[in-house]
Structures are given as C-alpha cells and as structure tokens.
C-alpha cells in the first residue's frame, strides 16, 4: 500500500511581502492612469473632430443645393427672443442654421416635421411655437441630437443654467418643454455684437462666416422666411482662412433648434476697447477675446447683445469654449476642414480667422 504525504510547512505571503505586492499594483495604477485618461481624452478630439467635420460638410451641401449658407438667424434678429426673458411657446425667435441642414445631418425625418408643421418654415412660425411639434405631444426641439454634442462636454444634453451666470433661459424640467437638445457647435458670427459697435451696419458687426442679420434681412415685417446666409463668394478672406462654426461648452443658451442660441462671437463683452483694423493688421491693445471666455465670480454677464428698438440688453453665457484638455476648441472652416485653437492664442490672428472678408494674412 502506497501512503501520500503532504507538507505541513508549505509557506504562505508575508504582511510585509503582501503590502510591497499592493504598493507595487498602486504604483503603476497610478503611472498608467493618467495615460488612459490622456488617450480617452485624445478619442474624444477625434470624435469631435469628426462631428465637427460631418457638421461643416453639411452646410456645403446645403450651399451647393441653395447656392448659398443657411441663415446663422432665419428671421428677424431685432425681434428675437432676448436673452433676459423666459422664451415660451410663442415668443417670436429664429430657427437656427442646424434645422436646416436636417437633411444633411440624415436627419431627413426630423426637416420634414418641422418643415411640414411651419409651413416651410414660413412668417409666423416660431421654434418653440406648439405648430413645430412633432408626433403626439414631442416636440421637434426635444430630440436629442448626438451629433451635435461633444464628447468631452462636461454638461448635460439638455439645455441648463449656468452656473454663476445672470441669464435666463429654457431650463429643463420647465416650459415650454421638457429636455431642449443642446448643440455644442455654433455658427461664428464675427467680431462684435450690436451692443458693443452700437450698429447692425458697423463693419466691426456681422463680420463673419455666420452674421446675426441675415444677408437679404431689409425689413423684419415684411421679409420672406426662411433668410438665408453668405455665398461662399462672400469668404473674401479664402474659405480654409475663415472660421465656420466653432465650439461652445454654453449649457444654458444653447438650444439646437433656436437661431438666438446657436453663434457665438470673437470679441468678450467685458472689454474696454475695441479691436482696430489697420491695412489687414489687427490692433489689439486692451481687447479681450472672447476664446475660453465664460462666467467668473466677478463677473457673471457675458457676451450681451442688444437688439435695438425692439429688444433689450441681455447675456449669453460663454463665447467659443469647451471641455477639451489644454484650453483646446475644436473649430470648423468654410472650406471643410477642421481644426483646434487654443486659448492663448494671439488673438490678432484669432480676429483674422473669424472674419470673412477684411484682408488679413493669418495661419492657423
């Protein structure tokens, strides 16, 4: 008969020896984590990248079948709804530039809703009007639309307040509707407001690729609807030289549907002066762009525009802005192609680029 024996002083780990395993599993925890977050972070840029890309190709589908860009504001800016009041289901606004490149987002579906229930987005139709909802009680602007948020965007889907800022807006839970889709891109405008050069015809406002007034706006009571925007003839500056849309981390103004929601604009409110175009060559002394520029403790109105004899003064609540890692913005221009600025930027050049038409020699 054959006996099996087993040891009786098999040796097991050490507290010493456990703890070395554990500090040892900690460190490269620790080394290896900071290189996951940066290669996530690195997919997100991609990603908003791409959607920024697929946004900018839309709108030159959009020009090749109408000859020109969507309308960054379809309708009347001076009867829009002001940022300092509640917007409700029948305050007068515009529809944004993203409505109507539905269509070339594969969102054909969607167009169609709104376009069927707004008479072609005739007069008289209005974003939050209950004629734009879609089947049963949902109305177009609560569709959530992915291609239109970034993936590093810190907020939610859904228009917010800002935090420490002084404005109103659509806030989720309250009327007129429930859980407003946000975009995190939005057409740029130009340089200045109508609060800041004190005119709708100054050469320092609507200088962009994405004016506030539309081109063909004469008369706000008797202009057709749907306005549209630029020809790419109008991009003087060269298409690949003039920024088209760009990013904004804004959680409260921010809206896809609404046309007073969805620009942005190149220079802060809050500065003292004004930037001077001398020959092609931006003077910039005391100027504040308006590049990462949002809410602070001190200073919580941002980016006002006014909207003359038939609106008032009121604040959006960042300018071009995102969650990116670096200060980055990812950024859209007219020729297709997109790009990421950041924040320190000289911004003469920043200036440069987000016109369309002043004679500036920029590289991005």
Known sequence: MCFRTTSSNRR???????????????????????????????????????????LCLAMQNFHDARKAMPASC?????????????????????????????PFMEETNLYNTLSSNTNRFGR??????????????????????????????????????????????????????????????KGMAGLLTYAKAGSFTSEMTDNGAMPLKPARFSNADTDACPQFGQGLAAFRDGTSKTILLIESKEAGNSAWIDGMQTWVCAVSD??????????????????????GYGPTQTAQGRISINLGSRGTLGNSG?????????GLTITGFGDGHNSSLNTDIDPAVFF?????????????
């Open 12 to 54: 097991g780990f050490t507290l010493v020896e456990l703890l070395v395993v554990i500090a040892i599993i900690g460190t490269l925890v620790g080394l290896l984590l900071p290189a996951v977050q940066s290669a996530r972070e690195a997919a997100n840029r991609s990603s908003c990248g791409n959607k920024m890309k697929q």
């Open 270 to 291: 809050d500065t003292g002066s004004l930037p001077v175009n001398n020959n092609g060559v931006w003077v910039t002394t005391g100027v504040q762009s308006a590049l």
């Open 124 to 185: 008289g139709a209005v974003p939050f009007g209950a004629t734009t909802l879609g089947q049963g009680t949902q109305h177009a602007s609560q569709t959530l639309l992915s291609g239109l948020q970034c993936p590093s965007f810190g907020g939610q889907g859904v228009v917010q307040m800002a935090a420490g800022s002084n404005f109103k807006s659509l806030l989720a839970g309250s009327p007129p509707y429930n859980q407003i889709g946000i975009t995190n891109y």
């Open 318 to 326: 960042w300018g071009p802005s995102s969650d990116h890692s670096g």
């Open 74 to 102: 379809d309708r009347y800016p001076y009867t829009a709804t002001t940022f300092n009041t509640n917007a409700t289901a029948t305050s007068p606004a515009a529809f944004s530039f993203i409505c109507h490149i539905l």
């Open 352 to 364: 440069g680029l987000v016109t369309r038409d002043m004679g500036e020699s920029t590289s991005e």
